[in-house]
C-alpha cells in the first residue's frame, strides 16, 4: 500500500516559498504563543500569525530573514486573517528555531 504522506515533485512545487524580511514583530493581546508579524517579500507585504512567542522576542525578530510561504490559503483566527507562515523546525514550547537565511538572498526571492 502506499504511502499517504508521500507527495510527487509537481505537488511540492505548487508551495510557493520565498525569502521574507521581518519588518515589524508584535505581542498580541490576549495570545498566549502567537506574535503578530508583518513580513516584506520583495515588496509584496504578508500579516502573519506565528506560534513563536515561548521562543522570540518581538525585538530580536525585527529585520531578521526567514522563509516564508507565500501562497497559503489565508487563515481568519480570533486575533485577525493570517496570510501565511514562516518555517520553524523543533518540537515546541522554547524549542523553536527559525530556519536561517545566507547573507546575499533578498526578500522576495523563491526558495527551490
Avoid: W
Avoid at 507585504?45 to 497559503?72: D, H, M
Amino acid at each position: 500500500m502506499p504511502d499517504p504522506t508521500i507527495i510527487t515533485i509537481e505537488e511540492f512545487s505548487r508551495i510557493d516559498m520565498r525569502i521574507a524580511r521581518i519588518r515589524k514583530a508584535e505581542l498580541i493581546d490576549g495570545a498566549d504563543k502567537l506574535l503578530k508579524l508583518t513580513l516584506d517579500l520583495g515588496g509584496e507585504i504578508y500579516k502573519v500569525f506565528a506560534g513563536i512567542k515561548s521562543a522570540y522576542k518581538p525585538k530580536e525578530l525585527e529585520n531578521r530573514l526567514v522563509i516564508a510561504v507565500s501562497n497559503l490559503q489565508p487563515r481568519k483566527m480570533r486575533f485577525g486573517v493570517s496570510e501565511g507562515m514562516i518555517l520553524t523546525a523543533g518540537p515546541g514550547i522554547e524549542d523553536i528555531f527559525l530556519l536561517s537565511v545566507d547573507a546575499g538572498a533578498k526578500p522576495g526571492m523563491r526558495v527551490t
